[in-house]
């Protein structure tokens, strides 16, 4: 009997409940790519501007390795803090009008570091049931008590609050911002109430926010709301519209600096890479320079959502497949079984087209997840349209 004998049996369940994972190779970041040999159209990506593959991007970031070198070489607190990073603080800071900003190594590192900081076991936590695994594994890490309310249900968070809040020294709310695997937003102004009521902290997971909502500059839900004066704990990752790699936290000055003295994650792990610092930096500036690429998308976004919102609506074949209520670049169409998203899926794949399937455990129905990028072509758009009315008809 070996020690390590029990990986075998583990990965076997994994296979019989049929939730094995396996990377594919994707060949670049655009909207089309070759996936493993194959070219596609990918709806796949995060990537909503299309800045990962922006030459500003690639410039700032190759500028940057040359004045920097590749590494930060330390923590931010020893070795590791250039005035690159200072740059792209400020920069946030400013964009999401917060006194101040932190960066952190992924968003990931960002969210566990902050909750970590903010509660404990003599906390509490009001998390949406949708939340991403980063909040929710901050919020176990903690320590402190966790309440999880249904999704958006503001009723139900009240109600918690309620009956728990006096119990506890501090109580942090934590909400997505865009629900990364629905694509709807959390009902922000009704929770800035309930934490005001209250007297709760609200973190706001901008991951798929930042970049693509808010009409004047892109700067993300807070923004679309209109409750850029309320006192939140913004968080965001540069991974996404921004087209790099970390996250970052904007908020209070206090906040920020509290932050820089007892947030693990920040504290001990190697600053950001001067490139990726560059680069996000980069695509900060673009984004708060024109809205060009930001109305490319949502165009893209009105177009596809319109002809499946149609489709769905006039032609019965339809029925089974439903759209969800979206109100971003994420749009889900539904199925009813596990097996179905995986058929159709690979139909998709069959006819070029990269829009992954999600299935429970990830999500609490099947569905195919579709993500559209400022840089799709109309033509590209009208592809998924046509393949997606095809499975349609065959169901
Ligand atoms: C809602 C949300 N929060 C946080 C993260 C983590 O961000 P990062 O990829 O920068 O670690 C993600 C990324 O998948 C996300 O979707």
Same mark, same amino acid.
């Given at each position: 009997?070996?020690?390590?004998?029990?990986?075998?049996?583990?990965?076997?369940?994994?296979?019989?409940?049929?939730?094995?994972?396996?990377?594919?190779?994707?060949?670049?970041?655009?909207?089309?790519?070759?996936?493993?040999?194959?070219?596609?159209?990918?709806?796949?990506?995060?990537?909503?501007?299309? $800045?990962?593959?922006?030459?500003? /991007? !690639? *410039? %700032?970031?190759?500028?940057?390795?040359?004045?920097?070198?590749?590494?930060? &070489? +330390?923590?931010?607190?020893?070795?590791?803090?250039?005035?690159?990073?200072?740059?792209?603080?400020?920069?946030?800071?400013?964009?999401?009008?917060?006194?101040?900003?932190?960066?952190?190594?992924?968003?990931?590192?960002?969210?566990?570091?902050?909750?970590?900081?903010?509660?404990?076991?003599?906390?509490?936590?009001?998390?949406?049931?949708?939340?991403?695994?980063?909040?929710?594994?901050?919020?176990?890490?903690?320590?402190?008590?966790?309440?999880?309310?249904?999704?958006?249900?503001?009723?139900?968070?009240?109600?918690?609050?309620?009956?728990?809040?006096?119990?506890?020294?501090?109580?942090?709310?934590?909400?997505?911002?865009?629900?990364?695997?629905?694509?709807?937003?959390?009902? $922000?102004?009704?929770?800035?109430? /309930? !934490? *005001? %009521?209250?007297?709760?902290?609200?973190?706001?997971?901008?991951?798929?926010? &930042? +970049?693509?909502?808010?009409?004047?500059?892109?700067?993300?839900?807070?923004?679309?709301?209109?409750?850029?004066?309320?006192?939140?704990?913004?968080?965001?990752?540069?991974?996404?519209?921004?087209?790099?790699?970390?996250?970052?936290?904007?908020?209070?000055?206090?906040?920020?600096?509290?932050?820089?003295?007892?947030?693990?994650?920040?504290?001990?792990?190697?600053?950001?890479?001067?490139?990726?610092?560059?680069?996000?930096?980069?695509?900060?500036?673009?984004?708060?320079?024109?809205?060009?690429?930001?109305?490319?998308?949502?165009?893209?976004?009105?177009?596809?959502?319109?002809?499946?919102?149609?489709?769905?609506?006039?032609?019965?074949?339809?029925?089974?497949?439903?759209?969800?209520?979206?109100?971003?670049?994420? /749009?889900?169409?539904?199925?009813?079984?596990?097996?179905?998203?995986?058929?159709?899926?690979?139909?998709?794949?069959?006819?070029?087209?990269?829009?992954?399937?999600?299935?429970?455990?990830?999500?609490?129905?099947?569905?195919?997840?579709?993500?559209?990028?400022?840089?799709?072509?109309?033509?590209?758009?009208?592809?998924?349209?046509?393949?997606?009315?095809?499975?349609?008809?065959?169901?």
């Amino acid at each position: 009997m070996d020690a390590y004998d029990w990986i075998d049996s583990a990965l076997a369940t994994i296979h019989k409940a049929n939730w094995y994972r396996s990377v594919k190779t994707m060949s670049s970041p655009g909207p089309t790519a070759v996936l493993n040999g194959q070219e596609v159209i990918n709806f796949a990506s995060n990537d909503y501007l299309g $800045l990962a593959g922006d030459s500003r /991007l !690639a *410039e %700032a970031a190759i500028a940057a390795i040359n004045t920097w070198g590749t590494g930060s &070489t +330390g923590s931010r607190l020893l070795s590791g803090h250039r005035t690159i990073h200072e740059q792209l603080e400020d920069a946030l800071a400013s964009w999401k009008q917060t006194e101040a900003a932190i960066v952190y190594s992924s968003g990931y590192l960002a969210n566990i570091g902050t909750i970590t900081a903010l509660v404990s076991g003599r906390d509490l936590i009001l998390a949406d049931a949708y939340n991403h695994a980063s909040l929710k594994n901050g919020a176990r890490l903690s320590g402190a008590t966790i309440h999880e309310f249904g999704h958006a249900n503001v009723a139900e968070l009240r109600s918690l609050l309620e009956t728990h809040r006096s119990h506890y020294r501090r109580c942090l709310l934590v909400t997505d911002s865009v629900f990364s695997m629905d694509g709807d937003l959390c009902p $922000l102004p009704e929770l800035i109430a /309930l !934490a *005001e %009521a209250y007297n709760c902290m609200l973190l706001i997971d901008e991951a798929h926010g &930042t +970049g693509v909502l808010g009409a004047t500059t892109g700067a993300g839900c807070v923004e679309h709301f209109g409750c850029r004066d309320a006192e939140l704990i913004q968080m965001g990752t540069l991974s996404k519209a921004l087209g790099s790699l970390g996250g970052y936290v904007a908020g209070s000055a206090k906040l920020i600096d509290y932050l820089r003295n007892r947030s693990t994650s920040w504290i001990y792990t190697t600053g950001l890479s001067p490139a990726d610092t560059a680069a996000a930096l980069a695509a900060v500036e673009i984004i708060r320079e024109g809205n060009e690429l930001r109305s490319q998308l949502w165009q893209r976004v009105t177009q596809l959502k319109q002809a499946l919102t149609q489709q769905l609506e006039t032609d019965d074949h339809h029925s089974e497949m439903q759209l969800l209520p979206s109100e971003s670049p994420i /749009l889900c169409v539904q199925m009813p079984t596990p097996n179905a998203v995986l058929t159709a899926s690979q139909q998709l794949l069959d006819q070029g087209i990269f829009a992954p399937a999600i299935r429970p455990p990830t999500v609490p129905t099947s569905r195919i997840r579709i993500s559209v990028m400022a840089t799709h072509q109309p033509e590209q758009i009208d592809q998924l349209i046509f393949a997606l009315s095809e499975i349609a008809q065959c169901r």
